[in-house]
């Protein structure tokens, strides 16, 4: 039943490994988001996807890669991890990019790099 | 760069005790949310306000956005220790939510 789901939870390595994440929604959503949230708790967009297309894209370092297989899905890779990668990263969804959207989050991977 | 302020930035009351929070900024947003946060979790929806000067109650909790579209407030009457929580505003501009910091609250029983 879960709407927004993630995995891992938890993903703890070394610095210069590559890792991905993977989020799923089962909603019908058309677009999609990740987030991260540094220790401060401040949410910062990384990237949004609209009906697998790439709309929003900030001031992410190369290393980060989404990529949006379809509507349901938006996995993030990370290349050649750093200490400052460190966060919680949150994948949302939500119906459309109209503002006012209620945006649905999953719960987290926590990203721990040593 | 728009930003959006919350303050305080952490408050710890008793059970009981009425609380007010803020959400401010210098823009001008089409609409503007507020989510709480709960410990390893996401984010989830508590409130959108549209329209200047609109008051939205949510049993305890009554949201108001400011008359010109740039600030909100988040008022708890009576607050329980399930209130618990980072709440966190966010202001819809060019297609994309602007993020408020979040004020950590906790009610003490």
């Known amino acids: 039943d879960t709407a927004v789901s993630q995995t891992p939870k938890y993903l703890v390595t070394q610095m210069g490994n590559d890792k991905s994440i993977k989020c799923e929604q089962n909603l019908g959503h058309d677009t999609m988001y990740w987030y991260k949230q540094d220790s401060k708790k401040f949410l910062k967009i990384m990237f949004s996807?609209?009906?697998?297309?790439?709309?929003i894209n900030e001031t992410v370092p190369n290393r980060f890669s989404p990529k949006s297989p379809d509507k349901a899905h938006l996995n993030l890779h990370i290349n050649s991890l750093e200490l400052g990668d460190s966060a919680v990263y949150f994948c949302?969804?939500?119906?459309?990019?109209?503002?006012?959207?209620?945006?649905?989050f999953g719960p987290g991977t926590r990203l721990t790099v040593l | 760069t728009q930003l959006l302020e919350q303050s305080p930035q952490f408050l710890s009351i008793q059970e009981g005790e009425n609380l007010t929070v803020y959400c401010n900024s210098s823009?001008?947003?089409?609409?503007l949310q507020w989510y709480r946060q709960e410990p390893g979790e996401g984010p989830v929806l508590l409130v959108t306000?549209?329209?200047g000067g609109e008051v939205k109650k949510l049993k305890r909790l009554t949201f108001q956005f400011g008359d010109a579209r740039k600030d909100s407030s988040l008022h708890i009457t009576a607050a329980q220790p399930g209130d618990t929580g980072l709440y966190l505003c966010a202001g819809y501009s060019n297609y994309q939510l602007i993020w408020g910091a979040g004020t950590k609250l906790i009610i003490k029983p």
């Open positions: 949302a969804s939500s119906q459309g990019i109209v503002w006012g959207n209620e945006q649905f």
């Open positions: 306000v549209v329209t």
């Open positions: 996807y609209n009906n697998k297309e790439l709309i």
């Open positions: 823009s001008v947003f089409s609409s």
